[in-house]
C-alpha cells in the first residue's frame, strides 16, 4: 500500500482527505490515515473543481443589466448572463448597496448565507459577509437552523440553553460502559454521521455504537424506516406514523406513572413544574388520559408494545435519543420538550449512560468525545439593525414585508428586503414549497450571490461572483466538535477567476471606503495566524495544549486528548443542582415553563403535549394517501457536490430514489425502478421508484440534495424532473413558538409517469462573453 502521509491535507464537514495532485491537477483524495469510517463524500470534488457547472468569472444576469431601470425582470433559472471583470461587477455590486442603504436603509439588506459553507475557520462565507454588512452598517438577518429551530428554541425554555446540550450528551465511552437500552425516537441513521460542523476528523459514531452493541446495550428504533437504526445492531422496530412520537412518549410517560416507576425524588430536587404536566398527562383538564392504548391508537402501533417498553426503561439505565428531523414537523418543539421530560422521570440526567440524548447519529460531533475547548473566530462586529427572522420564514418576509409575524413570545413585523446578498448556502436546496419561493424570490430588486457552480441559487442571482471551494485556499480546520486539528492546504489552484470570499469582500470593501475596518489591517495568512494563536490561548484557559503555529503548519495535524472522565452536559448539574444550576428561571429543568407560560396569547400549553398534525396519515385523504419523509442524503452534505461522481452514482436513472413498500406500489401500478410523479397541491418531482419493505405502509422516503431542475405545471407550480422534494413540503412555521420548517409534516400521491423528460439540472446557463456580447454555446 503507498504512503500518502506525506501529501498535503484538506479537510471538509464530512471528513479530512489527503490530496493527490499532479501538474496541477487532482487525482486522488485519500482518507486521513488517523480517520476509522472515512466518508466518500469527498470523492465528489474530483469532478466539481474544474466541470462545465464550475463558474470562472463574475456574471451578471443579462435581463437585470438590461432592465434595470425599469424595473426587475423575473428571475426564472433559464436566464443567460454576461461575463463581466472584476472590476465591473464590483462597481455594480457596490452601486447597488450604496442605493439600497440610501434609499431604504441597511435593513432593506438581507445577508442570507446560510449554509454549511466550509470546514475551514477563517474562509467561512457566512462570517466572512457578515463582518463585511456590518462594516458599512447592517443588515436583516436569520436566527436559528433548519436543522432544528424548534429544538433550540424550546431547549433554551426547559434547559436555559440549546447548544451545550444538543453537542454534549453522553459520550460512547459512557454509553459503552454504562447504558442498558436506547430508545431512538426518529432512529440513528449512519448516513447523517458522516459529517459534523465544522470539520470531521475522526468518524467516531459507527464505531461508538458498535462499541454499545458489543457491550451488550440494546436498541429500539421508533420511525417509519427500520434502516433509520443500522441493521448489525439488531433493533427492535417499532414502525410508528410519523409525527406520533409525542403521543407515544407521554404513553410511556403514562404507563410509568400509573405503576409508580417514575423517579419522584429526582422530580423533586432538579426540575419544576412536574404536578401540572402529571394533571394534563392524566386527563385532568381535557378529560383525556395519555394511555398507552391512547398512543397505541395514534401511532398505529400495539399498545402492549408500549407497555413492554416502558417497563424496560424503568428497568435500567436508558438513554432516549430523539432525532433532529422530528423537529422539522409541525409542533416539532414538542419531541425535545417531550423526551427531556420522559428522561426526567426515569430518573437518569446526569447519570454516567442515561438520560436523554438530542440526535444520536444526526452528527459525527454528538457522542464524541473531546474536551471542551472555545476556539477563536472571525470577528463579525456589531450589527447595527435588530431585524431579523426565524431562519426558515424568507418566503414569508419577502411576500409579506411590514406584516406581523410572532416568535418566542414577541411580535415583530417582517422588514421590506430589497437587496438579497447570499454567500454559502442554496435556498432552493433547504426551503420548503419551491413554487412559492420562487414567487418570493421575485420581490428583492437585486439579488447578489458567491458560489463556486451554476447550482439553482446561481442560476436566480443578478450578479454572481466566483469563489473558490476548500481545495484552493489555505485555512484551519478547528472546532470545539472533533478532537483534530488540522492545516488545510490550498491544493490546486483557482480555477479560473474565482477567489475566496475574503478576496471578494476585501475588493467591496476597498470599493465602499471600508478596507481597514473589514481587514482589521491583517492579511489572509495573517488571520490564519492570529485565529490559531487566540485559539491556543483559549485552549490552555480548558487544560488543551496546543504546539506553536510553525510546528502545527510542518505537522499538518494535531489530535487533542481525550477526556480521561468522559461526562455529558449535565453530569455538574446533576452533582451540584444548587452551585451549577441550569440558566433557567427556576436553575431547574422546567417541565412546565414559566417564561412560556407568561407568553401573551399562548400559542401553546406550558409544558409538552400532543397537538394533532394538519397534514399527516391521521388526516390523509383520497387525493393524497401517502405522507413523504425527506431525509438527508448518505452521498452528499444536503446538496453540495450533487454534481460529483459519489452522489451521481447513488442515483438511480439520475434520479433520486423514492423508497415505497412493494404492497403500496403493488396498488398504485408502479414497478420497482419505475419514474414516479410525486406531487400534491403545492408542486411535483419526478423520482426513481425503489420497492422496500423496511418502510411501513403508507410512507414514502427521498433524499433531500437534488439540484432543483424546475419546469412549470399548468397549475402554475413546478416540478423538478430530477428529484428534488421541497417542491412538495409545506412551508410553515412548527409553531408561534419556534417558527422552525415543517418539512415532515407533509402528504403526497405517488404515480408512475411514463412521459420522457431529460435532466438539465448540470447545465450552466447561456453566457455572453465580455465585449463581444455574442451568445456562447453550453459547454
Not at 473543481?49 to 433559472?77: E, H, Q, Y
Not at 459514531?205 to 421508533?222: D, Y
Not at 434520479?655 to 410525486?678: N, Y
Request: glycine share 8%; net charge negative.
Amino acid at each position: 500500500m503507498s504512503d500518502h502521509t506525506r501529501l498535503p491535507l484538506t479537510a471538509a464537514h464530512w471528513g479530512v482527505y489527503r490530496a493527490d495532485v499532479t501538474d496541477g491537477k487532482l487525482e486522488a483524495l485519500h482518507p486521513f490515515e488517523h480517520d476509522p469510517d472515512p466518508s466518500p463524500i469527498g470523492q465528489g470534488y474530483l469532478d466539481a473543481i474544474d466541470d462545465p457547472v464550475r463558474i470562472k468569472t463574475p456574471a451578471v444576469r443579462k435581463a437585470w443589466l438590461d432592465n434595470r431601470s425599469d424595473g426587475v425582470a423575473a428571475r426564472t433559472g433559464q436566464d443567460a448572463f454576461v461575463e463581466v471583470s472584476w472590476e465591473t461587477a464590483e462597481k455594480l455590486v457596490a452601486e447597488e448597496l450604496n442605493r439600497v442603504r440610501e434609499e431604504h436603509g441597511n435593513q432593506a439588506i438581507y445577508g442570507g448565507s446560510y449554509g454549511w459553507s466550509s470546514a475551514g475557520r477563517f474562509h467561512h462565507a457566512q462570517s466572512q459577509l457578515h463582518r463585511f454588512l456590518n462594516c458599512i452598517g447592517g443588515y436583516t438577518r436569520s436566527v436559528n437552523s433548519y436543522s432544528l429551530a424548534a429544538g433550540e428554541v424550546i431547549l433554551s425554555h426547559v434547559l436555559g440553553d440549546a447548544t451545550a446540550f444538543i453537542h454534549s450528551p453522553q459520550p460512547w465511552q459512557s454509553v459503552s460502559k454504562h447504558t442498558g437500552l436506547i430508545v431512538a425516537f426518529g432512529g440513528m441513521p449512519l448516513r447523517n454521521s458522516q459529517v459534523s460542523s465544522g470539520g470531521t476528523g475522526y468518524h467516531r459514531t459507527r464505531e461508538g455504537l458498535r462499541q454499545a452493541k458489543e457491550a451488550g446495550i440494546s436498541f429500539v428504533n421508533v420511525s417509519p424506516i427500520r434502516s433509520d437504526v443500522s441493521s448489525e445492531l439488531g433493533a427492535t422496530w417499532l414502525a410508528a406514523r410519523p409525527g406520533s412520537d409525542v403521543a407515544i412518549m407521554l404513553g410511556l410517560a403514562h404507563e410509568l406513572m400509573s405503576n409508580n416507576w417514575h423517579d419522584n425524588a429526582f422530580l423533586e430536587r432538579y426540575t419544576s413544574g412536574f404536578q401540572e404536566f402529571a394533571e394534563y398527562l392524566a386527563g385532568a383538564k381535557d378529560g383525556v388520559a395519555k394511555t398507552a392504548a391512547w398512543a397505541a391508537e395514534i401511532a398505529q402501533i400495539p399498545e402492549s408494545e408500549i407497555r413492554l417498553l416502558a417497563k424496560r426503561m424503568s428497568a435500567t439505565r436508558t438513554i432516549i435519543s430523539v432525532s433532529w428531523s422530528l423537529t422539522r414537523q409541525e409542533h416539532g418543539e414538542q419531541p425535545f420538550w417531550m423526551a427531556t421530560v420522559l428522561a426526567a422521570m426515569l430518573g437518569q440526567i446526569g447519570l454516567p449512560g442515561g438520560g436523554v440524548a438530542y440526535g444520536y447519529g444526526a452528527a459525527n460531533s454528538v457522542g464524541n468525545e473531546r474536551l471542551p475547548v472555545r476556539y477563536a473566530a472571525l470577528p463579525q462586529l456589531k450589527n447595527p439593525v435588530d431585524d431579523f427572522i426565524p431562519v426558515a420564514r424568507i418566503s414569508d418576509m419577502l411576500l409579506n414585508p411590514g406584516s406581523e409575524y410572532r416568535f418566542n413570545g414577541k411580535r415583530r413585523s417582517y422588514p421590506d428586503i430589497r437587496l438579497v446578498y447570499w454567500a454559502g448556502g442554496n435556498p432552493f436546496h433547504h426551503h420548503q414549497d419551491l413554487t412559492r419561493l420562487s414567487a418570493a424570490w421575485q420581490k428583492p430588486e437585486t439579488v447578489v450571490v458567491h458560489d463556486y457552480c451554476w447550482n439553482a441559487l446561481a442560476k436566480r442571482a443578478d450578479i454572481v461572483l466566483p469563489c473558490t471551494t476548500p481545495l484552493e485556499r489555505d485555512d484551519i480546520m478547528i472546532t470545539p466538535r472533533d478532537r483534530f486539528v488540522i492545516a488545510m492546504k490550498a491544493v490546486v489552484s483557482p480555477v479560473g477567476e474565482a477567489r475566496d470570499d475574503h478576496d471578494i469582500l476585501r475588493g467591496l470593501s476597498r470599493e465602499l471606503g471600508v478596507e481597514e475596518t473589514f481587514t482589521d489591517g491583517k492579511s489572509a495568512s495573517e488571520w490564519l495566524k492570529w485565529l490559531y494563536s487566540e485559539s491556543r490561548i483559549h485552549a490552555l484557559s480548558s487544560g488543551v495544549e496546543l504546539p506553536d503555529f510553525d510546528s502545527f503548519l510542518a505537522k499538518g495535524w494535531h489530535e487533542t486528548e481525550r477526556p480521561k472522565v468522559p461526562e455529558d452536559a449535565f453530569a455538574a448539574f446533576r452533582r451540584d443542582p444548587a452551585g451549577s444550576p441550569l440558566k433557567t428561571p427556576s436553575g431547574k429543568i422546567e417541565i412546565s415553563s414559566t417564561s412560556i407560560a407568561a407568553f401573551e396569547d399562548n400559542p401553546v400549553l406550558p409544558h409538552p403535549a400532543w397537538y394533532e398534525p394538519e397534514e399527516w396519515l391521521g388526516r390523509a385523504e383520497k387525493r393524497f394517501p401517502y405522507h413523504l419523509i425527506t431525509s438527508q442524503p448518505a452521498d452528499k452534505l444536503h446538496s453540495q457536490l450533487d454534481q460529483g461522481r459519489t452522489s451521481r452514482s447513488a442515483k438511480l436513472k439520475g434520479r433520486t430514489p423514492l423508497q415505497i413498500h412493494p404492497a403500496d406500489a403493488e396498488r398504485s401500478g408502479i414497478a420497482d425502478g419505475d419514474c414516479v410523479r410525486v406531487h400534491n397541491c403545492r408542486g411535483a418531482c419526478l423520482a426513481t421508484a425503489k420497492l422496500d419493505a423496511d418502510i411501513m405502509p403508507g410512507v414514502v422516503q427521498m433524499s433531500t440534495g437534488a439540484w432543483l431542475d424546475a419546469v412549470p405545471q399548468k397549475n402554475g407550480t413546478i416540478l423538478c424532473r430530477h428529484g428534488n422534494p421541497n417542491t412538495v413540503t409545506r412551508d410553515a412555521g412548527t409553531s408561534e413558538l419556534a417558527q422552525g420548517p415543517v418539512a415532515h409534516s407533509c402528504l403526497v400521491a405517488v404515480e408512475a409517469y411514463r412521459q420522457d423528460e431529460s435532466i438539465e439540472a448540470f447545465e450552466p446557463p447561456v453566457i455572453e462573453r465580455q465585449g463581444t456580447r455574442t451568445v456562447s454555446q453550453k459547454v
